[in-house]
């Protein structure tokens, strides 16, 4: 019998009601250890005052980000190398006329314009940042606010190495900020009252969880040079990775179509982002660790299913990533679709498995998949369904993100921590990473979580970082 037959029976001193796990999940907020004086950029935040935020990176997620400030934000500068993009953030069209609508009314016409978030970040008066970029930029942009003593809110995934995520997380620690990663199902009651539930013995031992098998990332080759658009600073977009011709393909995101697929931009190669499994992978893997109560670990095996490779694993992911065949390096172009399963020291087997759609726990006495504000359990009625007033609350353009902002502005004042704190993203971001490595190697990796290095693998232990282009070294 495989874990998709299991028809298991709950008994019945298990079963838990919605209305129990909502009072266990209720209280969200924990202390972090920081006087509660510790201040901001600008100095004493009182508990009713506006927490002075400044957006670096204002493209579409930017958008979305400042359209579901809660009141008790406002946004005082924005920073992107595209000045168009901040026009656009400013005067909104298309799309975004409505979500930024009160926005454009009111905080848009105070707001201070940058173009380097370096300059942003020594000369405007903050407590705090949301970061938006695109993810190569996530780690330099971290870093110089939390050495300009910022709060910071950082999307997902956290960063584009391991190396850079263990940075963030002691700089957050030794500078005591407040940082919220943007894997905003943490804040969502419905997929916390899951997680909960399997936390608490609800489905027994988890033995398997079965999450989709995401497309890892290319690397780049190169398209014939065209010309930068004038409000663009291409050399800030570039930023530490090696310098490369301008071209849209490489730029632009989500934008445009090339026959059937939507056009991912930077998001595509491995100098940029970790493509698929680290961009939608990060979500799901964060569901994976709040279930299973992971902190501040991962997993020690990691083991490129070779065996289950075929071209046609492409297939499903035609409208998102370029097909079989796209790269000159044909063996990396079909390793980046190999599917991957990983051991916990708990025994706990973690697969990235094709035709999955969502995460899939299975445990002792029942199964329940896990997907952003919504579930589903076997046998029916192992726990009640979801409930629809919570999820309502999270229906909206641009997925809606106002609570887990408020969560992060709820802590800045209580100086807590929030619902996604950076060193739970760090670890999340690093299983995907870890994927994505052992793919590139093409062979299976023994990982110890406490050292975060490779068991005796020197070879693995150089894909842990990357050099950096002069001029966007890491502070220190």
Known sequence: MTATDRKPVLPAKQQLSRRALVRKTASFAVPLFVPSHVLGGRGRVGANDRIHIGVIGTGDRGKYLIANMPPGGRVVSLCDCSMSRVTNTLHPRGQFVKPLSAFSESDAMRCSVHQDYRRMVDREKLDAVIISTSDHHHAQATLLALQAKLDVYVEKPLAVTIAEGRAMVEAANYHRRVVQVGTQQRSMQVNRFACEFVRDGGIGKVSLVEVPNFPGPMTYESFEPQRVPETLDWNLFIGPTPMRPYHRKLWVKDKFKVGNLRWRGWDLWREFSGHGMTNWGAHRIDMVHFALG???????????????????????????????????????????????????????????????????????????????????????????????????????????????????????????????????????????????????????????????????????????????????????
């Open 294 to 476: 992971i902190v501040d670990s991962g997993p020690v095996e990691i083991v490129p299913q070779k065996e289950l490779l075929r071209p046609s694993l492409a297939d499903r992911w035609k409208n998102t990533t370029p097909p079989f065949g796209a790269m000159k390096d044909q063996a990396a172009d079909e390793m980046r679709f190999c599917p991957v399963s990983m051991r916990y020291a708990s025994g706990t087997e973690l697969r990235f498995t094709p035709n999955v759609a969502e995460a899939t726990f299975y445990g002792e006495h029942g199964q329940i998949l896990i997907e952003r504000n919504n579930y589903q359990v076997d046998p029916v009625g192992l726990v009640p369904g979801p409930d629809p007033a919570e999820q309502e609350k999270w229906i909206g353009p641009g997925n809606v993100a106002r609570p887990h902002i408020q969560n992060w502005i709820d802590c800045i004042h209580t100086r807590s921590t929030p619902h996604a704190p950076v060193e739970i993203g760090h670890r999340v971001a690093s299983v995907c990473h870890l994927a994505n490595i052992a793919r590139e190697l093409r062979r299976s990796l023994a990982w110890d979580p406490g050292s975060e290095k490779f068991v005796g693998d020197s070879e693995a232990d150089e894909r842990l970082d990357r050099p950096r282009r002069k001029g966007f070294e890491l502070p220190g």
